[in-house]
Structures are given as structure tokens and as C-alpha cells.
């Protein structure tokens, strides 16, 4: 909640045990619930020795009041992140699983929502194309439900992009929030000497569930957040629970003539979509809902997926 008064203790509210460290120099200060933690972008920021980590789907969120960076050099900021340095996999052997902050768009000087995932090989990063907001508190979240990344200010989606493989296993076990850290192989986790992405202004009821809520959900928080009301308390809508017998399998056959045959089993619709990798790619149901059915390819791509009912 970020509602401590003094010291270096931040307390965890969820149902993970573990705490966090303030490390350095910040002012707890009256926030948007209760109070908050304001960082002047030089050289604060908490740490938490571990946590537990995503395995398939994750939602990130909390609130938000910042200047953008205090180093013209330094044109990024870190709200909240698990990675040693950048969180691209591609040589990296400390990349982590995630982050979310603003980016700056040296050409426009404005500042971006944005977050990523590592997901495979790839950093999969979604960011705002409006400007953020600054000075004024705004909320802010990220999804990723197994196939999107969805990026949500003040419980609008604001952008979404796809991916294939899982979210990476983590490859540190803490995590920041306020700065960007990298691996020091004698005093461990330390600020990015060349990047800290060090967070300049309020920090407010961050929250991290191991599940992707849905846009209601997020809405509800941000709408109740305004009225004061934390997330670990806030009443998010019922979420629908898929029954375990819902389960789905999809079988796709090459036939010799470079026809496709598409076939599947349980209780689900056949969606598409011709660019899985593209910023705002949607799925939509296929026309063609014959179980099995051939498809003769017609050049590009193409990606299909069975989704539950």
C-alpha cells in the first residue's frame, strides 16, 4: 500500500509474505490512498528480495504522480520491474519478467506508458502513443493473459499487442520498484549505473495479482481508487471460472498439396488473426466454423487458436 510514515520497512499487504526495503533516500507523503512514496529521481528506491513469480498470466497496477526523469540522460522511468538490467532475453542472462513505466519520445518530448514481458526470445513491449500525463495522479495497469499484452491509464486500454510463447521464467528473484537494477556479482542487485530509470514523484497501492484481470476489473479499481479505496480491499466484478471439463485441443495436418486441415475438440470457436506480432492485432472468429475444415493457404500469414466458451 505504500502507506508507511517513516523508515525503511514497506509492507506487503497480499498474500505473499514477503516485505520490502527502502533503500536510500525518499519521503513518505500524503498519496492518492492514504500515503505514498515520493522519490526526487536520484537515487531512491524498494527492493524486494523475492517474490512469487508468474508463471502464465500476471496483472500489474497502482497509482501513479511523476515528473518524468530528473536526468535528461536517462530518458526512461521504472514504477515497477523484475529484470537486471533490460528485460530483453537476447543476451541477457539476467533478463527478468517484466516492467512497467514511461519511455520518452525524444522527437515529440513527451513522455509514454509502457510495459513489457519476456516471452521466448523476445521483448514484448506495449506502449501508450498518447502522452502521459504529468503532475497529476493517474492509474495505471498491464495485463498479460497467455496470448496479450493489454496496457490500461485510468482503466482505459490505451494499447495491446500479441505473443506466442509463455512468459519467461525469472532469472533474478527480487524485484524494484522506483529503479531499474542490475546484478553485481559482490553487492547483488544495484542501481543501472548507466540506466537507473530512477522515479521521479509518487508511487501509490501498487499491486501485482498472478492472474489477468479483465478491462471491468481494472475500470472498477481505478473508479474506486478515486474514491479512496485500496486494491487489496476494492471489489473487482466476478470474473467467470472456465469448469475443468471445458478443455480444448486443436490438430492442424499438412496435406500433400500444401492444404491445411484444422480440426479440434471440445466446446470452442476457431479465431484468427493475420498479424500476431503487429501493435493492436486483434483475434476474430473465422468465418468458416466447420469441424474439421481444409484451408487452401492464399500467401501471407496466418494464426489460428480455439477459444472456450
Known amino acids: 500500500k505504500l502507506d508507511e510514515t517513516a523508515g525503511t520497512a514497506v509492507a506487503n499487504s497480499g498474500s505473499d509474505p514477503e516485505n520490502g526495503t527502502l533503500v536510500d533516500f525518499a519521503e513518505w507523503v500524503a498519496g492518492q490512498i492514504g500515503n505514498s512514496l515520493e522519490f526526487f529521481g536520484d537515487n531512491g528506491y524498494v527492493l524486494m528480495d523475492d517474490f512469487t513469480k508468474i508463471t502464465e498470466e500476471v496483472t500489474v497496477a497502482g497509482w501513479v504522480n511523476t515528473l518524468g526523469s530528473a536526468s535528461v540522460d536517462d530518458p526512461t522511468v521504472a514504477f515497477i520491474r523484475n529484470a537486471g538490467g533490460s528485460v530483453d532475453p537476447d ?22 506508458l509502457s510495459a513489457a514481458i519476456a516471452s521466448g526470445p523476445n521483448e514484448v513491449r506495449v506502449t501508450d502513443p498518447d502522452a502521459f500525463p504529468l503532475q497529476s495522479w493517474e492509474h495505471v495497469a498491464f495485463t498479460a493473459d497467455g496470448g496479450q499484452v493489454l496496457l490500461y491509464r485510468n482503466g482505459q486500454l490505451v494499447a495491446r499487442t500479441s505473443y506466442i510463447d509463455p512468459i519467461n521464467p525469472q ?3 527480487w524485484m524494484s520498484i522506483g529503479a531499474r537494477l542490475i546484478v553485481d556479482a559482490t553487492l547483488g542487485p544495484i542501481p543501472d549505473t548507466t540506466n537507473p530509470n530512477y522515479m ?29 479505496q485500496s486494491a487489496d480491499t476494492a471489489t473487482p466484478p466476478t470474473v467467470p471460472v472456465v469448469p475443468p471439463d471445458a478443455d480444448l485441443s486443436v490438430d492442424i495436418m499438412l496435406g500433400a498439396g500444401g492444404d491445411i486441415t484444422i480440426s479440434w475438440s471440445g466446446a470452442g470457436t476457431l479465431q484468427e488473426t493475420d498479424a500476431l506480432e503487429t501493435a493492436g492485432a486483434t483475434w476474430a472468429d473465422s468465418a468458416n466454423q466447420d469441424n474439421p475444415q481444409t484451408i487452401t493457404p492464399a500467401g501471407g500469414q496466418k494464426y489460428y487458436r480455439i477459444a472456450g466458451q
Not at 543476451?91 to 513522455?111: H, I
Not at 497501492?205 to 473508479?223: C, G, K, P, R
Open 200 to 228: 521521479n514523484g509518487q508511487l501509490d497501492d501498487l499491486a501485482l495479482w498472478l492472474f489477468a484481470w479483465n478491462q471491468e476489473a481494472i475500470e472498477s479499481m481505478y473508479t474506486q481508487g478515486q474514491a479512496g
Open 171 to 173: 532469472a533474478v528473484d
Open 91 to 112: 543476451n541477457n542472462p539476467t533478463r527478468g519478467q517484466f516492467e512497467l513505466g514511461l519511455v520518452y519520445d525524444a522527437t515529440a518530448l513527451t513522455w509514454h
